[in-house]
């Protein structure tokens, strides 16, 4: 059934993976040349910073992230099928641990484009993703104790 408590993380399991998408994951100020700095899901903004053209393809993170929310929503729908819910479990965890990868990743390669003594902040789009892979964990763990039941009423009969 939809109203189940794994319904609701795998709901806002979905909200945070499409957060990530509107907001800023990593930032980065050099107070001396006014130089700005801001990783987002599809690409850094630069204010006074001209980027060169090889930083690869960062539109990556929002894919995964938009990916992964509808792998999360699909899985609400599959309640019938506990065991089909486990998988997409399972590939949604590859799916946000890749986003985390991904926005580490180019976050590294933006600290290197501005002063390197200054240390860029992480964003709360980037803590969003770790908050995904608790409430896949917690969803994963009720529809486990779901198929535990229903397997214990079988015997039952």
């Known amino acids: ?3 189940r408590i794994q319904s609701v993380f795998l709901l806002l399991l979905a909200l945070a993976m499409l957060s990530v998408l509107a907001l800023p994951l990593w930032h980065k ?3 001396l ?3 700005e700095l801001t990783l987002t899901a599809f690409g850094f903004e630069a204010k006074g910073l ?3 053209a090889n930083m690869g393809p960062i539109w990556v993170i929002g894919l995964l992230a938009l990916t992964s929310a509808a792998v999360a929503i699909y899985e609400i729908f599959q309640f019938r099928n506990r065991l089909k819910q486990l ?3 399972s590939v949604n965890l590859l799916l946000i641990t890749a986003t985390l990868g991904a926005a580490f990743y180019f976050s590294t390669k933006g600290e290197q484009l501005l002063n390197l003594k200054l240390e860029g902040k992480a964003q709360a789009g980037f803590y969003l993703p ?3 892979l608790l409430l896949n964990l917690l969803a994963n763990r009720f529809i486990r104790r779901d198929e535990q039941l229903v397997r ?3 015997r039952l009969r």
């Open 152 to 154: 214990s009423a079988d």
């Open 33 to 35: 040349t006014n130089q």
């Open 87 to 89: 998988l997409l479990g």
């Open 29 to 31: 100020i050099d107070g």
């Open 1 to 3: 059934m939809i109203q």
């Open 50 to 52: 001209q980027l060169p």
């Open 130 to 132: 770790t908050l995904g």
